[in-house]
């Protein structure tokens, strides 16, 4: 591409990127924190640099229990509603037998009403012809009718077994997914709070510093994906679908990220991304994860407006390419949704929910 749009595309994404940013994951250092007095030493840039690796890895790793959290609420809701299905098919069922029950004792009365005889002997005792010909087509019919009653009986009894079973089984996994849910949670909240006093024992001077750590990180990684000229191979159009969902993403840069959200006030990347295509009209997995397992991949160069950008080696973070470079995402906590280079983060592929 030409130097004076790649020139232009690196410096609007120099703006956003430095309240946006999402920096590639890095190690963490053993006691990258700064002094907490107020008479201390400028914490030294490479100190600095410690800290944003170890925020880096404090918040991917909120990320992972985010996905987890998301991951065992969609199926908490699937079971809670297969459950909901279940009762309703063993209430059906009960009246069902209820009534073959009754009309079982109808027959039964009826049987006691010619004198407890059973039809075939009642028939053997008749001296007309034309009458035994007729109860024997009775009696057969009668017997026919009965044993279907009975097979129904029995096929209704075993179907509410069958639904008593499936919804033993879906509430003990119900009880599971609740239990992780909390597990991720915990561990979210964990996360969260030592980042936030990792960032709380700045001055501020220092977390100016950082925050200019951070936007250098993100163009520099930028910037050298938009040098291996991949934006002049991206020439895709945005389908019909793709413009909604780009339309409804967009619609929402300035509301806080929030861990397990999806809106209409706040997000997080997955629960954007999810609910962006459901206003498109077609709906995709809630997850991250399984936005990447289940939606089909396509090349970067391939790639058009309304497409998924997965980043990272686990696929704990996503974000909409909008063109000309660039993606609405839901950054991290304390961030809110906003544009920013594709190339800022590790990509690890693209998806494209409506292909």
Not at 99 to 109: I, N
Not at 150 to 174: C, F, H, N, P, V
Not at 319 to 329: P, R
């Given at each position: 591409m030409g130097t004076g749009k790649r020139g232009l595309i690196a410096t609007a994404v120099t703006v956003v990127c430095a309240v946006t940013v999402l920096a590639a994951p890095g190690t963490a250092f053993a006691s990258p924190e700064p002094s907490p007095s107020a008479t201390a030493a400028p914490v030294p840039d490479k100190d600095l640099e410690a800290v944003r690796k170890k925020l880096d890895t404090l918040y991917?790793?909120?990320?992972?229990?985010?996905?987890?959290?998301?991951?065992?609420?969609?199926?908490?809701?699937?079971?809670?509603?297969?459950?909901?299905?279940?009762?309703k098919k063993i209430v059906k069922g009960q009246k069902k037998l209820d009534e073959l029950k009754k009309r079982a004792g109808s027959a039964a009365a009826a049987q006691y009403r010619?004198?407890?005889m059973p039809d075939e002997a009642q028939?053997?005792?008749?001296?007309?012809?034309?009458?035994?010909?007729?109860?024997?087509?009775r009696t057969l019919q009668g017997e026919r009718a009965m044993k279907g009653l009975i097979g129904e009986m029995t096929r209704t009894q075993q179907d509410l077994k069958q639904y008593a079973k499936d919804a033993s089984a879906q509430w003990k996994q119900l009880d599971a997914n609740r239990k992780a849910k909390d597990t991720a949670r915990k561990k979210i909240k964990?996360?969260?709070?030592?980042?936030?006093?990792?960032?709380?024992?700045?001055?501020?001077?220092?977390?100016?510093?950082?925050?200019?750590?951070?936007?250098?990180?993100?163009?520099?990684?930028?910037?050298?994906?938009?040098?291996?000229?991949?934006?002049?191979?991206?020439?895709?159009?945005?389908?019909?679908?793709?413009?909604?969902?780009?339309?409804?993403?967009?619609?929402?840069?300035?509301?806080?990220?929030?861990?397990?959200?999806?809106?209409?006030?706040?997000?997080?990347?997955s629960g954007l991304t999810s609910q962006a295509w459901a206003d498109?009209?077609?709906?995709?997995?809630?997850?991250?994860?399984?936005?990447w397992k289940q939606l089909k991949h396509v090349d970067v160069k391939d790639m058009r407006p309304g497409d998924l950008i997965i980043y990272f080696h686990d696929a704990t973070h996503v974000g909409m390419y909008i063109g000309d470079g660039a993606i609405v995402h839901a950054p991290r906590p304390g961030r809110n949704v906003t544009i920013t280079g594709a190339g800022s983060m590790p990509i690890l592929g693209v998806v494209r929910p409506d292909a």
């Amino acid at each position: 591409m030409g130097t004076g749009k790649r020139g232009l595309i690196a410096t609007a994404v120099t703006v956003v990127c430095a309240v946006t940013v999402l920096a590639a994951p890095g190690t963490a250092f053993a006691s990258p924190e700064p002094s907490p007095s107020a008479t201390a030493a400028p914490v030294p840039d490479k100190d600095l640099e410690a800290v944003r690796k170890k925020l880096d890895t404090l918040y991917h790793d909120a990320a992972v229990a985010t996905d987890s959290y998301n991951a065992a609420e969609e199926k908490a809701q699937k079971q809670s509603a297969a459950i909901v299905e279940l009762a309703k098919k063993i209430v059906k069922g009960q009246k069902k037998l209820d009534e073959l029950k009754k009309r079982a004792g109808s027959a039964a009365a009826a049987q006691y009403r010619t004198g407890g005889m059973p039809d075939e002997a009642q028939l053997l005792l008749s001296d007309n012809p034309q009458e035994f010909l007729d109860g024997a087509g009775r009696t057969l019919q009668g017997e026919r009718a009965m044993k279907g009653l009975i097979g129904e009986m029995t096929r209704t009894q075993q179907d509410l077994k069958q639904y008593a079973k499936d919804a033993s089984a879906q509430w003990k996994q119900l009880d599971a997914n609740r239990k992780a849910k909390d597990t991720a949670r915990k561990k979210i909240k964990k996360q969260i709070a030592a980042a936030e006093k990792l960032q709380d024992r700045l001055e501020k001077k220092e977390k100016e510093r950082l925050a200019a750590l951070e936007e250098a990180a993100a163009l520099k990684a930028q910037t050298a994906w938009l040098d291996s000229g991949v934006l002049d191979e991206i020439k895709g159009k945005a389908s019909a679908q793709g413009k909604k969902a780009v339309a409804y993403a967009t619609g929402q840069i300035g509301k806080p990220y929030e861990w397990g959200a999806e809106g209409p006030k706040t997000y997080d990347c997955s629960g954007l991304t999810s609910q962006a295509w459901a206003d498109a009209g077609h709906p995709i997995p809630r997850t991250s994860q399984e936005q990447w397992k289940q939606l089909k991949h396509v090349d970067v160069k391939d790639m058009r407006p309304g497409d998924l950008i997965i980043y990272f080696h686990d696929a704990t973070h996503v974000g909409m390419y909008i063109g000309d470079g660039a993606i609405v995402h839901a950054p991290r906590p304390g961030r809110n949704v906003t544009i920013t280079g594709a190339g800022s983060m590790p990509i690890l592929g693209v998806v494209r929910p409506d292909a």
